[in-house]
């Protein structure tokens, strides 16, 4: 399938680039006169990788009826070490071109909502738009390297049509307060896989919770269509007009939409951590083998989520996920503390050494607590400061305690 689409993107290219000169004018070719640009946002699909939506620049020719449209959101699994790329923040995407009837028809039968906002572009900015698009598309030119937040297919779409436009899209936007951090936007559009959203939200540090302007939050097509709206240029007439003259709605959602919020993963993730310690306790007192695999379990993954931290932060370029306080709560040392958990379910007690990374580890969970109390701390990961607190004052009551044999 992706060989596919990869052979598609490649005759799609192709036909743009090598668009004989003595055919019927097209998109190509014709002067900016006859140029119409639009932008094209697609709204989220069920796929996870889909739940950011999407968006293109369409270019149409109104002499020939040709109409392209131009996306930045090709990948190619087929490429030298992409997974290896893909894990350490290295990825590499392409650029596409597709008539726009074929691009808009697939969306439109899986149920994605499509919306087209003509723009007001003068013939010498859809010119150079297109000169730009094309001159884009040319192999050298064609791949980019991605981020999900900074350079993704929704703000290399932005930044083409800020290039058109001379530049006047960014100061109007940065001017423009954004209406949530990157970690909200992430888990409104992640809440329906909700354990790909609690991963994704224990993996981001403070730089997803910075405050955002209507330029940095349109990295996302909806917020990028949305805010547009608000945009003005001058007119032939050197009178200031809106940037989208019309908006059209191609083909509507069927499709579940996304809420309007993010979720409050705070009172879930408390309850989850007062439960855990409540069942910890319990089997501490009742039954010792159920305690041993339910504590080995939690240490054992809080053990490798610290390991996942520490990687992300040091060996990767997933800025978004470095100096997460998150270590704080869960951290290698867990997995020192194994010995010591099951000793205590043969009522043994606790070595120095594990009594000492105990207190240790409280002592991160507190310092943890007390960094939100400190100004100009920004990571909002109070869901995890929940969970964690009883969690950990269980693992280090238990390991403290002898269990008390049942009467049976």
Not at 28 to 44: D, F, K, M, Q, R
Not at 271 to 283: S, Y
Request: with cysteine; charged share 15%.
């Amino acid at each position: 399938m992706q060989r596919l689409i990869t052979g598609f993107a490649a005759l799609a290219l192709c036909c743009v680039l090598l668009w004989p000169s003595h055919a019927q004018a097209g998109v190509a070719n014709a002067p900016g006169s006859n140029l119409e640009v639009s932008l094209i946002t697609y709204g989220p699909g069920d796929t996870y990788w889909e739940r950011f939506g999407h968006d293109a620049i369409e270019l149409r020719d109104t002499v020939s009826g040709e109409a392209v449209t131009f996306n930045y959101g090709v990948f190619d699994f087929d490429e030298s070490g992409f997974l290896l790329n893909f894990a350490r923040g290295q990825m590499h995407y392409l650029m596409d071109a597709a008539p726009s009837d074929v691009d808009q028809r697939y969306y439109t039968e899986v149920g994605r909502s499509v919306t087209r906002q003509h723009l007001a572009f003068s013939p010498a900015q859809a010119a150079d738009l297109r000169d730009y698009l094309l001159w884009n598309l040319q192999p050298e030119n064609v791949r980019y390297e991605y981020d999900y937040y900074v350079r993704n297919c929704a703000t290399r779409v932005r930044d083409a049509l800020d290039k058109a436009l001379g530049g006047t899209l960014k100061p109007q936007l940065e001017a423009r307060p954004g209406g949530m951090t990157y970690r909200q936007q992430t888990a409104r559009l992640m809440s329906q896989q909700a354990w790909l959203m609690l991963i994704l939200d224990l993996g981001l540090g403070p730089y997803a919770d910075q405050p955002l302007n209507a330029w940095q939050e349109s990295f996302l097509p909806e917020v990028l269509q949305q805010e547009i709206t608000h945009v003005t240029v001058t007119g032939n007439d050197g009178k200031a007009q809106p940037l989208v003259l019309d908006q059209q709605l191609l083909s509507p959602n069927r499709l579940t939409p996304p809420p309007a919020t993010a979720p409050d993963l705070r009172l879930p993730l408390a309850l989850a951590g007062v439960i855990f310690a409540a069942l910890l306790f319990l089997a501490h007192r009742y039954a010792p083998a159920v305690y041993a695999v339910l504590g080995s379990l939690y240490l054992v993954l809080a053990g490798f989520v610290g390991v996942a931290l520490l990687i992300l932060w040091g060996l990767t370029t997933h800025h978004s996920a470095w100096a997460n306080a998150n270590l704080l709560l869960f951290n290698p040392l867990a997995f020192f503390l194994l010995p010591a958990l099951w000793r205590s379910r043969k009522a043994l007690a606790a070595s120095r050494f594990a009594n000492a990374l105990i207190v240790l580890q409280l002592a991160a969970v507190l310092v943890a607590c007390a960094m939100h109390l400190l100004p100009g701390v920004v990571q909002q990961n109070q869901p995890w400061l929940l969970f964690a607190l009883p969690a950990w004052l269980a693992v280090a009551w238990s390991t403290r305690q002898r269990p008390i044999p049942s009467s049976y």
